[in-house]
């Protein structure tokens, strides 16, 4: 899909005029309209708030595929390893010492 019709399909998805678009970013209509027609890009400083009021990413904004989630641990899972990355890198390969056979058992479907 080209520049041209992917930005204009995102703002129209997002059910933004051109104007409010411009307001939203703090430019003038005429560049909106520029890089709707021209198929350029916008300076790197607008991307980000162009992307945030279109609500999409940077990459879906340059026409890259919507990144996947990234599902990180919960919980207090989530607080031991960030704990556990704070230790000295020492203590740290004591710790992925004991943990890495449990993880291999579960992995192979063991329990």
Known sequence: ???????????EAAG???????????????????????????????L???AKALGVTVEELLGEPRPKRVVSPGGRSRQLFEAVSKMPRRQQ????????PFVRQHANGSS
Do not use: C, H
């Open 48 to 50: 980000l708030p162009m």
């Open 93 to 100: 390969e004591k710790i992925l010492d004991i943990l890495e």
């Open 1 to 11: 899909m080209a520049n041209e019709s992917r930005l204009r399909q995102l703002r």
């Open 16 to 46: 933004l005029s051109l104007r409010e678009l411009a307001r939203q970013i703090g430019e003038e209509p005429s560049n909106v309209s520029y890089w709707e027609t021209s198929g350029n890009l916008p300076r790197s400083n607008v």
